[in-house]
């Protein structure tokens, strides 16, 4: 079936673009010893996942216990659940869910840490867990003076089983390439450094160290501590990304129709922020980037023209370049599966909804 076919709006994935994104930054990995572990909340989608672990991913991340559920469930067995799990009723659901995967789960506070120990131990498991350190995003994580005396905590919980640490530089990763990134970047990440040598005097070893985004993934896979990447955006891609990470292509697009052309220098698409989420950034039709992205409406875009467009009539069928592909794919139960204009598979976003 050719896209145009399609009822709109439909989410488009162009798989050779997918595929050639992926080898990238398995050849980065690959040069640097790194691995990656993706941060698959951005997709949600098992066939991605798949595709990443056949090029040498070693696991998966993701933000919610649900989409690590979901992964299980469908047979990947090494997990990460990058957040913190808290409350009886979630916890009690890690617990059902480490009897059956390997799945690690961040923590960053005692009263965490003990929560899950006592769950674990009564429940006679041994709970992986990497502590979440804050490298300066200021969300989550434990400050990283803190961060040692956390450690000998979950060293010293007999359900827990010490596996390393994790943090995420967000606040860097949106600068501009060059070297005050890379320093600003390093500086983040050699907070890592300065706790694993404290931790070294007690000898309590390391294993893992999982940090690092598509916005700066060629310097954390170059730091000595990080020992895997939690990327997830570079895979499909996005306006966003695109502006700091050229090198990975947009590999998504959403399809939509024009449903009015009130005037010359508007038009409407059929695309508002229930199909697109442009919190972050802006975006274009596709080859066509005097056509812009203005205003989103819940049920409407409205797209200045720039240009005479006498095409742009309504009932065209146009693909939108996604502005922010993690706030948008969740919402779409499928991708369609594009190569040269035609429709080649449908892959589900099987963690769409997946927010507990
Ligand atoms: C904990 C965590 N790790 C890693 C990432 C990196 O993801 P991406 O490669 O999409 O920037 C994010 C993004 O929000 C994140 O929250």
Redesign the pocket.
């Known amino acids: 079936m050719n896209i145009y076919d399609l009822d709109t709006p439909a989410l488009l994935v162009d798989v050779d673009i997918l595929e050639r994104n992926l080898r990238k930054m398995a050849a980065i990995t690959a040069e640097t010893g790194t691995r990656v572990r993706p941060?698959s909340k951005?997709y949600k989608c098992i066939e991605i996942v798949r595709k990443q672990l056949e090029l040498g991913a070693m696991g998966v991340t993701c933000s919610k216990l649900s989409e690590a559920e979901v992964l299980a469930d469908h047979g990947i067995d090494n997990l990460l659940v990058?957040n913190e799990v808290v409350g009886q009723p979630k916890i009690q659901r890690l617990i059902d869910l480490v009897r059956r995967v390997d799945v690690m789960v961040g923590v960053d506070h005692p009263l965490a840490v003990d929560a899950l120990n006592a769950a674990a131990t009564d429940a006679s498991v041994r709970l992986p867990v990497l502590v979440d350190m804050d490298i300066g995003m200021k969300r989550n994580g434990i400050a990283p003076e803190d961060a040692a005396e956390l450690v000998r905590k979950v060293v010293a919980s007999r359900g827990l089983e010490f596996r390393g640490l994790m943090g995420?530089e967000?606040h860097l990763?949106s600068m501009p390439p060059g070297e005050e990134k890379t320093n600003a970047v390093n500086e983040a990440l050699d907070r890592f450094s300065f706790v694993i040598d404290e931790l070294k005097t007690d000898g309590i070893d390391v294993p893992i160290v999982s940090a690092g985004?598509?916005?700066d993934y060629q310097i954390a896979a170059r730091h000595p501590a990080v020992t895997e990447l939690?990327?997830?955006?570079?895979a499909v891609m996005d306006t966003l990304y695109g502006s700091f990470t050229p090198e990975f292509e947009l590999a998504t697009t959403i399809l939509c129709t024009v449903t009015s052309r009130p005037c010359r220098e508007r038009l409407i698409l059929d695309v508002g922020r229930k199909a697109v989420n442009t919190a972050l950034s802006t975006s274009t039709l596709k080859d066509r980037p005097t056509v812009e992205m203005k205003y989103t409406y819940a049920e409407h875009g409205a797209m200045t023209v720039d240009e005479d467009a006498p095409d742009l009539i309504p009932g065209v069928k146009v693909e939108l370049v996604v502005p922010y592909a993690?706030g948008t794919i969740h919402m779409y139960e499928q991708m369609h599966i594009v190569r040269d204009g035609e429709v080649v598979d449908i892959w589900p976003v099987v963690g769409r909804g997946k927010v507990q």
């Open positions: 941060h951005v990058a995420y967000g990763v985004g598509t916005g939690q990327v997830g955006t570079y993690c």
